[in-house]
Structures are given as C-alpha cells and as structure tokens.
C-alpha cells in the first residue's frame, strides 16, 4: 500500500500541475479525492490491515489526501489569478467618470456559479444555436411528442434551434466527461412566451446537474436550498410540487415563496404567493443510456434555475421587462464593487 500511496502521490502532483483550466481541475480533483478514487479505496481497505498497518497506513493515506487537496487548492489559484490579469483593460485607454455596472441577471448567475464551484461543480458552457438532437432528443422528448409543444421555438433555415433551456449543455457533459460528474451551465434561453411580467422571450437559466452512485431527491433539495440561502442571505421558504418533464423521473417544480409580496399576491407571482422557480428532479434512466451511462450503476438529479426570476426576487424587480428594456437607468443601480 505503501507504494500504491507513493505512486498516487507521484501522478495526482503530475496531473495537477499540468492542466491549465478550471474544468479539467475539478474532474481531477474528482478522480484523486472523490468518494470513487484510490485514496478512498486505501482507506476502505484497511479494515484488513493489523492495528500497526493501520496506524502507518492511516497516517501516510492521510498525509497524501492532504497534499492532494492542498495542490489543488494552489492551482486554483493559480488559474484565477491567471483569469484576474487577463480582465485587466489597457490602462493607456481614456477612462471616463462613468463607471460600469453588471446586469442584476449576470451579478446573480456569478453567484450561483460561485455557490456551485464550493460544493464541487464544474461550470461549462454549451452553444445558443443548438442541434435539435441535444435541445430534445436527447433529453427524451423525440419527434412528435406533446412535450416539444410547451416550446414554440425559433429555428433557423437550416433546422438548429435557438436552445429553449440550457439542459443540452446536460447532454453534452454526460458524453464528454461521463460519471461520476457534477457540472452547471448558466445560459441564454429562447422561447415564443407571451410576454407578461414575469414571461419573456429571452430569459437566463441555469442548468445544474450531479451523476454518482447513491444520489437521492434529498441530495437535490440539499443543494437547492444551500443556494437559496446563499443567494438571499437567509432560509426561504420553498415547495416541491409534481412535474412533467420527459427529462427527469420523478419530476418536481420547486417553487419560492414571492419575495416581492412577501406571498401576500401580486402580478409578479401571478397572486398566488408563489414563483415557479426550478424544474428539477431524478434524471430519467433513458437519458443516462443517451449519454452513455449505465443507469443500473449511476442515478443522478438535475435542475434548472430560472435566474431571471432569482434576480427578480433578490432586487425586487416587479416587471422582467425591465431587465431586457435596455433602459440604461436600470442598470446604474447595480454599481461594480
């Protein structure tokens, strides 16, 4: 074991030190530290061992877990600090007096992605103009069925589809990284939606999933409310109820009690009290087979937050008109710190 634990050393500290991006880093992390990998094989198999191995053993896995996690730690930031010096703008330009603000939509997605990374998902990214195969069929919903008709979409002329969720980044982690896999993708989502206070046609989402061994609707709530209170600095007040959804079985929508009304009713929640926040739920076994992956082996959950609404809650933004209005006095509110 000695050696096993040495050699493990050796290639986590050649692994690490040679990737470059933030993605590959946490699949690494997954592989050398997760609940699957040889350093948690060692420890499950010192049960075997004499109380003098063990002692050894337990001390030397301990001390290899802890250089990997503080390598990674390192390269982490190394590459943000990377991420940092690239942001930095041309100091020979004319700076004017006016400084620039984010979207609420874009400050709220950082945060979420932020929320995410700490809890050990990786952020990628998928295209807008997506195939059809990803945007449906690959989520089970196949030419034809009933589904595909709550997303009047927009298509181009030469049959792709401005993507009407972001769950086909989903489909795409599941064939390039295969399981176990944590992964969230905010985005950009079109739909023909008859536009209201809380409708529009273009709105952000963000689609999180996690495949693993043993994964359970509890591990979803988990998460879902750790990021609730992460966003809004407190417990909020959320229901699941049943949903259809091709993609996941069984399906929820997790809704938030309206935090413009306080859940008294207003236009912005339809007077109900309620926001329709999150489709969610265990993701459908044919799904897992259109990814590759053994769902006799691996279950998963996935979500897919709408953070347009979460925006609207965190800010008290009554109309989601006014976040794509292009109205410039809306946006001077929210300063960069």
């Not at 609940?35 to 060692?42: A, G, L, N, P, R």
Request: net charge neutral.
């Amino acid at each position: 074991m000695k050696e096993k634990l040495e050699l493990l050393k050796q290639n986590a500290t050649s692994d690490i030190n040679n990737v470059s991006d933030e993605q590959s880093l946490l699949r690494l992390k997954s592989t050398y530290l997760g609940k699957d990998s040889q350093i948690m094989q060692v420890m499950k198999s010192m049960k075997d061992l004499t109380i003098e191995e063990k002692k050894e053993i337990g001390k030397l896995a301990n001390e290899v877990k802890s250089f990997i996690e503080n390598l990674v730690k390192e390269k982490m930031n190394e590459i943000s600090s990377k991420k940092e010096n690239k942001r930095i703008f041309d100091n020979t330009l004319p700076v004017g007096d006016e400084i620039g603000s984010l979207s609420p939509i874009t400050i709220v997605a950082n945060e979420v992605a932020e929320v995410l990374k700490k809890m050990g998902f990786m952020i990628v990214s998928g295209p807008e103009m997506e195939k059809e195969y990803y945007n449906f069929e690959a989520l089970n919903i196949p030419k034809n069925h009933p589904a595909r008709d709550m997303q009047d979409t927009y298509w181009t002329n030469l049959g792709d589809v401005l993507r009407t969720h972001t769950s086909p980044v989903q489909a795409r982690s599941m064939e390039t990284y295969g399981a176990p896999i944590r992964m969230a993708a905010p985005g950009r989502c079109f739909r023909n939606e008859d536009i209201d206070a809380c409708h529009e046609n273009t709105f952000f989402q963000i689609e999180g999933m996690v495949i693993d061994k043993e994964v359970s609707i509890s591990n979803l709530i988990y998460v879902m409310k750790n990021i609730l209170k992460e966003i809004y600095k407190k417990d909020i007040e959320v229901r699941l109820r049943p949903g259809f959804f091709p993609f996941v079985e069984p399906g929820f929508e997790l809704d938030i009690k309206c935090l413009i009304c306080g859940g008294k009713g207003c236009p912005t929640c339809k007077n109900s009290g309620w926001l329709e926040l999150c489709p969610c739920g265990m993701i459908h076994p044919e799904v897992l087979r259109m990814g590759n992956i053994n769902p006799d082996e691996y279950s998963g959950f996935a979500f897919g937050i709408g953070l347009t609404r979460m925006a609207m809650m965190k800010y008290k933004i009554n109309d989601i008109r006014m976040l794509n209005s292009g109205e410039i006095r809306h946006l001077k509110q929210f300063k960069v710190k």
